[in-house]
């Protein structure tokens, strides 16, 4: 059985420890498909079809990771419908892990044979959001150390774009 694993996410923008557990994963499973999903409860930067393309340029060098747009299914469905049998969900702290273990049990209630794999965060990125990202861009910081050159360079010009 091939091991196919579904990495959800809104990726608003996808950061350097995003890319860590892509890069790991790439490692355990035959297949890493980035599923690039809408969180109801985020107001996001780009556009799903924007963060699609940039993952992909991000990842390119990655023969076994591909990235799709899921924007009105459940994860653990759309995880049937690729043909995944593994969540990959990163955890950078302990209040991660109290938010992700919910979410992993309902998946596991919804879709039993799909099982939660949980990846810790790098040391080096483990205080790092896409929403605290954006926040410190938008009053100058610099957070090129925490993303992919390609995002990094979109997001400045959303920046311009809100000035």
Known sequence: MRKI????????????????????????????????????SKQTLFTPEEKKYLIEEATKEMPNVRVIMQETQLTVESAKSLGANFLIRGIRNVKDYEYEKDIAKMNQHLAPEIE?????????????????LKEVLRFGGDVSAYLPPNIYHALKQKKNDWS
């Open 116 to 132: 939660t794999v949980f990846l810790l965060a790098e040391e080096s990125y483990a205080h790092v959001s896409s929403s605290l």
């Open 5 to 40: 694993a579904l990495f959800p996410g809104s990726f608003d923008p996808m950061t350097n420890g995003h890319l860590n557990l892509i890069e790991r994963s790439a490692k355990l499973f035959d297949e890493v498909i980035i599923g690039v999903f809408i969180n109801t």
